[in-house]
C-alpha cells in the first residue's frame, strides 16, 4: 500500500470516452452551460476514428485526423475539463466512478453520466489464433496511424466489413506487401448495391475504393480463415469456403505461405462493460454488434436514471450515428442536471443511421461458420487458458449459458473480462448445443471491470466510501474540485 489518498473529482456531469460520441456529447452539455469532465482511456482523445497520431499524415487517415482535431479544438475551448490516461475500472449506481490515471487512483462523482465508451474489435477463435503475427486489423492500424509501424512485411487480412477495405488501404500506403484481402461476405456487389441507395456517400465510398484499387487482384470473397500456421510465429494461414447458409464448406485449395502478419477481425463489439455494472439494460442485435446498452432514442437515456449512453455502445453504426448520438445525449444529461439545452442533433443523424443499418445487412458475419471453426485443443478463453473441448464439457455437464460455462470453466473470468473471448465463446457454445448464439447471454462484468493494482483498487474504494456524492450541482459551483485542469 502507498497510504495516499485518491483524487477527489467532482462535476455536473462526467462522459466516460473521448471518440466521435463522447467528445460531441461533451461540447453539447458544456454548450447548455453543464460543468463538465471528460475521461478518455487513451494519452490523446479522438477514438479509434478521430485517432491523433504525433506525427503527420497522409492518405485516407489525413481527412480524419484533421476533422478530429477540429473538433477536439472547439470541446477545449468550451471549457470541458479532458482528463486523459484515464482506466475506469468500477462504477456504482449513484453517479460514482471508480478510475486510475497513472499510479493515482481517481474517485469521479457526478449529477449525471454520459457513457460514450465505444466498441472493440469482435474476435472469434480458430485453430492457430494465439501465434504471435496474429492479430486485429485495428491493432495493425494504430501501429501505422500512431507509430509509424507496420506489423508486417507480407500480410493477410480476413474477416467481413468495410473497415478491412479501410485498412488494407492504409497498410498498402505504408509499404506493406498486402497478400491477400479475404472476405466473408459472398459478393462484393452487396456493397455496391447499399452504396447505390446513398449518394451522399458515393464521394467517401469512391474515395476508398481508389485506394484499394491496386489491390482488388487480390481480393477474395466467401471464404474464412480456417488456421493459422507456424513454428513460433504466424508464416501460413489456410482457408475454407463458405456454403450458401453461411457454413464451413470445403477447404480452399489455396493457402498462403511466407507471410508475417495475419490480420483477422469480424467487425465490432460494443464495450458495455461499465453500464452493466452501473446496472443498465442490454438488448441483443448480431448486426448492432451483438449486446448493446438499451436506450430512449430521442435522449440517449439508459434504463437508469441520470445514465446516458451514446455511440457504439449503443449498437455499432460508425461515426457519423455516434457524432449525433453524443449530441443528443449531452443536452439530455444538462437537461437533466437542470441546465437548459436546445442544441439539436445534426441534420444528417437520420440518413447515417440508416447508412450504418444498410452496412451491417451487406456485411452479416457468419456466426455459423466461425462456432465449427475451434477444434478440441484451441483456446477459447486466453486469460484462463480454458479450451473448446473444456467449454464442450461444460455444456454436456449442464451448462446452458453464459454464466453456467463461467462457472464451470472460468471462461470469461480473467483480465478482459470477456471482451476478447465472449464472442467466440458464444458462437462456438450456441454451435454446439444447437443453439442461437444470441440465447446464450453475455458475460457481465465484474469489478474490477479492467485490471488495476490493489493499491489504487483499495484507495479508490476507501475513498469513495468515505466521501459519499453530495448535491454537486451544489459543490461544484466553484469550479472542479481535487486538481483537475484544462488538459
Same mark, same amino acid.
Given at each position: 500500500?502507498?497510504?495516499?489518498?485518491?483524487?477527489?473529482?467532482? !462535476?455536473? @456531469?462526467?462522459?466516460?470516452?473521448?471518440?466521435?460520441?463522447?467528445? !460531441?456529447? $461533451?461540447?453539447?452539455?458544456?454548450?447548455?452551460?453543464?460543468?463538465?469532465?471528460?475521461?478518455?482511456?487513451?494519452?490523446?482523445?479522438? +477514438?479509434?476514428?478521430?485517432?491523433?497520431?504525433?506525427?503527420?499524415?497522409?492518405?485516407?487517415?489525413?481527412?480524419?485526423?484533421?476533422?478530429?482535431?477540429?473538433?477536439?479544438?472547439?470541446?477545449?475551448?468550451?471549457?470541458?475539463? @479532458?482528463?486523459?490516461?484515464?482506466?475506469?475500472?468500477?462504477?456504482? +449506481?449513484?453517479?460514482?466512478?471508480?478510475?486510475?490515471?497513472?499510479?493515482?487512483?481517481?474517485?469521479?462523482?457526478?449529477?449525471?453520466?454520459?457513457?460514450?465508451? &465505444?466498441?472493440?474489435?469482435?474476435?472469434?477463435?480458430?485453430?492457430?489464433?494465439? *501465434?504471435?503475427?496474429?492479430?486485429?486489423?485495428? $491493432?495493425?492500424?494504430?501501429? /501505422?496511424?500512431?507509430?509509424? @509501424?507496420?506489423?508486417?512485411?507480407?500480410?493477410?487480412?480476413?474477416?467481413?466489413?468495410?473497415?478491412?477495405?479501410?485498412?488494407?488501404?492504409?497498410?498498402?500506403?505504408?509499404?506493406?506487401?498486402?497478400?491477400?484481402?479475404?472476405?466473408?461476405?459472398? !459478393?462484393? #456487389?452487396?456493397?455496391?448495391?447499399?452504396?447505390?441507395?446513398?449518394?451522399?456517400?458515393?464521394?467517401?465510398?469512391?474515395?476508398?475504393?481508389?485506394?484499394?484499387?491496386?489491390?482488388?487482384?487480390?481480393?477474395?470473397?466467401?471464404?474464412?480463415?480456417?488456421?493459422?500456421?507456424?513454428?513460433?510465429?504466424?508464416?501460413?494461414?489456410?482457408?475454407?469456403? *463458405?456454403?450458401?447458409?453461411?457454413?464451413?464448406?470445403?477447404?480452399?485449395?489455396?493457402?498462403?505461405?511466407?507471410?508475417?502478419?495475419?490480420?483477422?477481425?469480424?467487425?465490432?463489439?460494443?464495450?458495455?462493460? @461499465?453500464?452493466?455494472? =452501473?446496472?443498465?439494460?442490454?438488448?441483443?442485435?448480431?448486426?448492432? &454488434?451483438?449486446?448493446?446498452?438499451?436506450?430512449?432514442?430521442?435522449?440517449?437515456?439508459?434504463?437508469?436514471?441520470?445514465?446516458?449512453?451514446? +455511440?457504439?455502445?449503443?449498437?455499432?453504426?460508425?461515426?457519423?450515428?455516434?457524432?449525433?448520438?453524443?449530441?443528443?445525449? &449531452?443536452?439530455?444529461?444538462?437537461?437533466?442536471?437542470?441546465?437548459?439545452?436546445?442544441?439539436?442533433?445534426?441534420?444528417?443523424?437520420?440518413?447515417?443511421?440508416?447508412?450504418?443499418?444498410? =452496412?451491417?445487412?451487406?456485411?452479416?458475419?457468419?456466426?455459423?461458420? =466461425?462456432?465449427?471453426?475451434?477444434?478440441?485443443?484451441?483456446?477459447?478463453?486466453?486469460?484462463?487458458?480454458?479450451?473448446?473441448?473444456?467449454?464442450? $464439457?461444460?455444456?454436456?455437464?449442464?451448462?446452458?449459458?453464459?454464466?453456467? /460455462?463461467?462457472?464451470?470453466?472460468?471462461?470469461?473470468?480473467? #483480465?478482459?473480462?470477456?471482451?476478447?473471448?465472449?464472442?467466440?465463446?458464444?458462437?462456438?457454445?450456441?454451435?454446439?448445443?444447437? #443453439?442461437?448464439?444470441? !440465447?446464450?447471454? $453475455?458475460?457481465?462484468?465484474?469489478?474490477?471491470?479492467?485490471?488495476?493494482?490493489?493499491?489504487?483498487?483499495?484507495?479508490?474504494?476507501?475513498?469513495?466510501?468515505?466521501?459519499?456524492?453530495?448535491?454537486?450541482?451544489?459543490?461544484?459551483?466553484?469550479? #472542479?474540485?481535487?486538481?483537475?485542469?484544462?488538459?
Amino acid at each position: 500500500m502507498t497510504g495516499r489518498s485518491a483524487e477527489i473529482v467532482d !462535476s455536473e @456531469i462526467c462522459v466516460v470516452g473521448g471518440g466521435p460520441a463522447g467528445l !460531441s456529447a $461533451a461540447l453539447a452539455a458544456r454548450r447548455a452551460g453543464a460543468q463538465v469532465v471528460l475521461l478518455d482511456l487513451f494519452d490523446r482523445p479522438g +477514438g479509434q476514428y478521430f485517432m491523433q497520431p504525433p506525427h503527420p499524415v497522409s492518405g485516407l487517415a489525413a481527412a480524419q485526423v484533421g476533422q478530429g482535431r477540429a473538433l477536439i479544438g472547439k470541446v477545449r475551448d468550451s471549457g470541458v475539463v @479532458i482528463r486523459s490516461g484515464v482506466e475506469v475500472f468500477g462504477a456504482d +449506481g449513484a453517479g460514482t466512478l471508480l478510475a486510475r490515471q497513472g499510479e493515482r487512483a481517481l474517485v469521479v462523482r457526478a449529477k449525471a453520466l454520459v457513457l460514450a465508451t &465505444g466498441a472493440h474489435e469482435r474476435t472469434s477463435p480458430f485453430p492457430g489464433w494465439t *501465434l504471435p503475427g496474429v492479430m486485429n486489423p485495428g $491493432a495493425a492500424q494504430r501501429l /501505422v496511424k500512431m507509430h509509424g @509501424i507496420t506489423p508486417g512485411k507480407r500480410v493477410v487480412l480476413a474477416g467481413c466489413g468495410p473497415f478491412l477495405l479501410v485498412v488494407a488501404a492504409q497498410l498498402h500506403h505504408a509499404g506493406c506487401e498486402v497478400v491477400r484481402v479475404v472476405e466473408a461476405s459472398p !459478393s462484393p #456487389l452487396r456493397l455496391a448495391a447499399t452504396l447505390l441507395r446513398f449518394p451522399s456517400r458515393w464521394a467517401e465510398a469512391a474515395g476508398l475504393l481508389r485506394a484499394v484499387a491496386p489491390l482488388w487482384s487480390r481480393f477474395r470473397f466467401g471464404r474464412v480463415v480456417a488456421e493459422a500456421m507456424g513454428e513460433g510465429h504466424v508464416n501460413r494461414v489456410r482457408f475454407a469456403f *463458405l456454403d450458401g447458409e453461411g457454413r464451413l464448406g470445403a477447404d480452399d485449395p489455396e493457402t498462403i505461405d511466407d507471410i508475417d502478419a495475419l490480420l483477422v477481425g469480424y467487425g465490432f463489439r460494443p464495450s458495455v462493460e @461499465i453500464a452493466t455494472l =452501473l446496472g443498465c439494460s442490454l438488448r441483443h442485435d448480431w448486426n448492432a &454488434g451483438g449486446h448493446h446498452v438499451a436506450i430512449d432514442e430521442a435522449s440517449g437515456a439508459t434504463s437508469v436514471p441520470g445514465v446516458f449512453a451514446a +455511440g457504439e455502445i449503443t449498437g455499432v453504426a460508425g461515426a457519423y450515428p455516434a457524432l449525433a448520438g453524443g449530441a443528443r445525449a &449531452g443536452a439530455a444529461a444538462a437537461r437533466f442536471v437542470g441546465r437548459p439545452a436546445g442544441h439539436s442533433p445534426p441534420s444528417y443523424a437520420g440518413r447515417a443511421d440508416r447508412f450504418a443499418k444498410a =452496412l451491417r445487412r451487406a456485411f452479416r458475419v457468419p456466426y455459423a461458420a =466461425l462456432g465449427q471453426l475451434p477444434d478440441a485443443e484451441t483456446l477459447l478463453c486466453r486469460c484462463e487458458e480454458v479450451r473448446a473441448t473444456d467449454v464442450a $464439457a461444460a455444456l454436456q455437464d449442464g451448462g446452458c449459458d453464459a454464466h453456467g /460455462v463461467k462457472m464451470w470453466t472460468r471462461a470469461g473470468m480473467g #483480465l478482459c473480462q470477456g471482451r476478447i473471448c465472449g464472442f467466440g465463446l458464444s458462437v462456438y457454445a450456441a454451435q454446439r448445443a444447437g #443453439l442461437d448464439p444470441a !440465447s446464450f447471454g $453475455a458475460n457481465a462484468a465484474r469489478f474490477p471491470a479492467r485490471p488495476a493494482p490493489l493499491d489504487i483498487l483499495a484507495e479508490a474504494t476507501a475513498a469513495a466510501i468515505a466521501a459519499p456524492q453530495g448535491n454537486l450541482a451544489d459543490e461544484s459551483r466553484g469550479g #472542479l474540485s481535487g486538481s483537475a485542469s484544462r488538459d
